[in-house]
C-alpha cells in the first residue's frame, strides 16, 4: 500500500507553524503579539545574530544614530542584555518581529526614555521589507497590546525631523506632535499617544 503524501499546503503550513512551536514544537519561540502578517517575540539569548543582520546596514542606521555608524557586536550584545532584562523586568521591551515564513524582518517594542522614565515607542526593519506596511502593522498592534497588558497610560516615540517615513508611521498610529527636542545635534520630532478612556 503505497504511503499518503501530504498535500503541498499540508506541508507548508507545517513548515511555517512549526517555527511557532505550534506544531510538533521543533522551535520553542513563543510570539507574545500576532497580526496577520507577522509574530512578535521577546528576543533569546542567542539572537545576536538577528540584530547584527538588522543594525550592520547602514542606510538602517542612518537615522537611528547620531554619525549614521553601524553598531557592533559589543553594542548590540548590550542592547540585547537590555531587551531580555527589560522583558524579566517589565513584561514588555523591544521584540523580535518575524513574518509567517518565520523570517526576521525586525525589532519593534517599548524601551524606557531616560530623560523622563516615559515607555517609548521604537522600531526599525530591515531594508528589505520597507514599504511593506510592517512598521505601521506592528506598531499598531504594540500600542494596543502595551494598554491591555499595563498600566501605561500614555506612550511616546521620536524619530528625526527628516525622517519622514518614520514620522508617517507615528501620524498613522494617531500620535499626537509635541514639538521638537534637539538630542546631540540632531533636532527629533516628540510624539505621544495616551490610554484611549
Not at 512578535?40 to 538602517?60: A, E, I, T, W, Y
Not at 542606521?61 to 553601524?70: D, G
Not at 499598531?140 to 491591555?148: D, G
Not at 499595563?150 to 508611521?169: G, K, Q, T, W, Y
Amino acid at each position: 500500500m503505497a504511503s499518503r503524501r501530504r498535500s503541498p499546503r499540508r506541508c507548508a503550513r507545517c513548515r511555517v507553524l512549526s517555527r511557532w512551536n505550534w506544531c510538533e514544537g521543533l522551535v520553542k519561540r513563543t510570539p507574545v503579539i500576532s497580526t496577520s502578517r507577522l509574530r512578535l517575540c521577546p528576543f533569546r539569548q542567542g539572537d545576536l545574530r538577528l540584530l547584527v543582520s538588522l543594525h550592520g546596514d547602514p542606510l538602517v542606521q542612518r537615522f537611528l544614530t547620531f554619525e549614521n555608524e553601524v553598531w557592533d557586536e559589543a553594542v548590540l550584545r548590550d542592547k540585547l542584555d537590555l531587551y531580555r532584562r527589560d522583558y524579566s523586568r517589565y513584561g514588555w521591551s523591544k521584540f523580535a518581529v518575524f513574518d509567517l515564513d518565520g523570517d526576521f524582518v525586525g525589532r519593534a517594542g517599548f524601551g524606557r526614555f531616560e530623560d523622563t522614565g516615559e515607555s517609548e515607542l521604537g522600531f526599525s526593519f530591515k531594508r528589505a521589507v520597507w514599504g511593506r506596511g510592517y512598521a505601521s502593522e506592528a506598531d499598531l498592534a504594540l500600542v494596543e497590546w502595551i494598554y491591555a497588558a499595563s498600566s501605561v497610560d500614555h506612550v511616546i516615540a521620536f524619530a528625526a525631523e527628516d525622517n519622514v517615513a518614520s514620522r508617517a508611521v507615528l501620524v498613522k498610529l494617531g500620535m499626537i506632535s509635541e514639538g521638537t527636542r534637539k538630542l546631540g545635534d540632531t533636532s527629533f520630532a516628540f510624539y505621544r499617544h495616551d490610554r484611549p478612556h
